[in-house]
């Protein structure tokens, strides 16, 4: 069973970096056609795609958020890791990792399981 | 970014009768290999969103032969066949063609 949670702070100052932790279980971010990324969603609002590691490293971004994200993996401790930068109140959200698989049958990949998020607020 | 664009934005629905929703992207989302990348995602109140249709027209692990989807190219429809009053939220077109997923700007069902 592919579990993921979230953790990290849930107040951040404006300009500050926040750090994200996506725990995962029941699958191995070393395993060939493993992926996770990260999606947030403003309170009311629909959910945007933030970014993208695969098993062996390769990393996406969304290209308005770019110069500000970071995503890595530790695969000993099967965790990834988001950092963004300059933290501004319009960044408040919540902040969701999404376990992204490769479906054999299909040939295709999917955002399949999500975590249950956890809500940032950022603000003086 | 792609835009997906949905509609109604707000469904209310007697339990047992049947409901629709519309999606339209911006761009083709059918490739060559004859697969539609158009997703279809529930987001129940105080969850996360979970996944109901992938590929346009497959149901997800689990998801009850009510939910359907179709459609092709640019315009796709949810239809869900009688409404029970669990299917209460937030329903999501979600483009998966691109590597930057986007998202429609969600249809609230509720139960009249």
């Known amino acids: 069973q592919i579990t993921l949670k979230e953790s990290g702070p849930t107040l951040v100052k404006p300009t500050q970096t926040l750090t994200l932790t996506c725990s995962c279980s029941?699958?191995?971010?070393?395993?060939?056609?493993?992926?996770v990324g990260w999606i947030r969603q403003p309170p009311g609002k629909a959910p945007e795609w933030l970014a993208l590691?695969?098993?062996?490293?390769?990393?996406r971004y969304s290209p308005s958020l770019e110069t500000r994200l970071t995503i890595t993996k530790d695969t000993s401790k099967n965790q990834v890791v988001l950092t963004m930068t300059n933290m501004d109140p319009v960044d408040t959200a919540t902040y969701y990792c999404?376990?992204?698989?490769?479906?054999?049958?299909?040939?295709?990949?999917?955002?399949?399981?999500w975590g249950q998020g956890t809500l940032v607020t950022v603000s003086s | 970014d792609m835009d997906m664009t949905q509609s109604p934005l707000s469904l209310p629905v007697t339990p047992g009768e049947p409901a629709s929703i519309s999606c339209r992207s911006s761009?083709?989302?059918?490739?060559?290999?004859?697969?539609?990348?158009l997703d279809w995602y529930l987001q129940k109140p105080g969850q996360s969103p979970q996944l109901l249709i992938y590929l346009g027209s497959n149901r997800a692990s689990g998801v009850p032969d009510r939910f359907s989807g179709s459609g092709s190219g640019t315009d796709f429809t949810l239809k869900i066949s009688r409404v029970e009053a669990e299917d209460v939220g937030i329903y999501y077109c979600m483009q998966a063609l691109q590597t930057s997923i986007t998202f429609g700007q969600g249809t609230r069902l509720e139960i009249k």
């Open positions: 029941g699958f191995s971010l070393s395993t060939r056609g493993e992926g």
């Open positions: 590691i695969y098993w062996d490293d390769d990393a």
């Open positions: 761009q083709n989302l059918l490739q060559s290999n004859g697969y539609n990348y």
């Open positions: 999404v376990h992204r698989g490769y479906d054999d049958i299909w040939k295709t990949y999917r955002y399949d399981y």
